[in-house]
T-cell receptor, first 115, second 115 residues
Framework: AQKITQTQPGMFVQEKEAVTLDCTYD???????LFWYKQPSSGEMIFLIY??????QNATEGRYSLNFQKARKSANLVISASQLGDSAMYFC????????????FGTGTRLTVIP | DAGVTQSPTHLIKTRGQQVTLRCSPK?????VSWYQQALGQGPQFIFQ???????QRGNFPDRFSGHQFPNYSSELNVNALLLGDSALYLC??????????????FGEGSRLTVL
């Protein structure tokens, strides 16, 4: 079974509007971490935001927030006030258990911001 | 402060050949992980090196091997190349064995094409 599922191959958003990128995960381990990375055309994976399974509050980092719904096993990324530079591939990833060495990545969502 | 640097950025090999990819971690980091990202997919964990030893390995054959040097830099070697080895190979560095959140820093990758 896929550990990370991203069902949106591509998304479009108007500049200055908000957009939600979906991510669901599958794990039986109570201790895990969820990540979102941005990958521009240069190839580098840029860390955006992290949510631990025991964190009580949803994570926020500037214009990025993570809508963590533990019972539904979803960890959607919300980008507010979209900018042209936000156009990129976005990957959801999970580390289980929290101290593990490797990340499992989804297949990504390509976000295009329209001027 | 230099981030993660990888070389070469692009290379072309033929089936059956061998390839070596190199990675210098971010300053202050002592752990290096390697990921393979096939076209249109998310990265997949190959292995991680810490204290010059392979600490964890993903589901990759023995044709994939690595090394970590005393200065924490690392090499990824792939023998007997197959067409399916064509991918972007990403190096990620971190401190310790990756127990903290969001501290994985990725390089821009080495794009390998096997003909």
């Amino acid at each position: 079974a896929q550990k990370i599922t991203q069902t949106q191959p591509g998304m479009f958003v108007q500049e200055k509007e908000a957009v939600t990128l979906d991510c669901t995960y599958d794990t039986s381990d109570p201790s895990y971490g969820l990540f979102w990375y941005k990958q521009p055309s240069s190839g580098e994976m840029i860390f955006l935001i992290y949510q631990g399974s025991y964190d009580q509050q949803n994570a926020t980092e500037g214009r990025y927030s993570l809508n963590f719904q533990k019972a539904r096993k979803s960890a959607n990324l919300v980008i507010s006030a979209s900018q042209l530079g936000d156009s990129a591939m976005y990957f959801c990833a999970m580390r289980e258990p929290t101290g593990a060495n490797n990340l499992f990545f989804g297949t990504g969502t390509r976000l295009t911001v329209i001027p | 402060d230099a981030g993660v640097t990888q070389s070469p950025t692009h290379l072309i090999k033929t089936r059956g050949q061998q390839v070596t990819l190199r990675c210098s971690p971010k300053s202050g980091h002592d752990t290096v992980s390697w990921y393979q990202q096939a076209l249109g997919q998310g990265p997949q964990f190959i292995f991680q090196y810490y204290e010059e030893e392979e600490r964890q390995r993903g589901n990759f054959p023995d044709r994939f091997s690595g090394h970590q040097f005393p200065n924490y830099s690392s090499e990824l070697n792939v023998n007997a190349l197959l067409l399916g080895d064509s991918a972007l190979y990403l190096c990620a560095s971190s401190s310790g064995t990756g127990r903290n959140t969001g501290e994985l820093f990725f390089g821009e990758g080495s794009r390998l094409t096997v003909l």
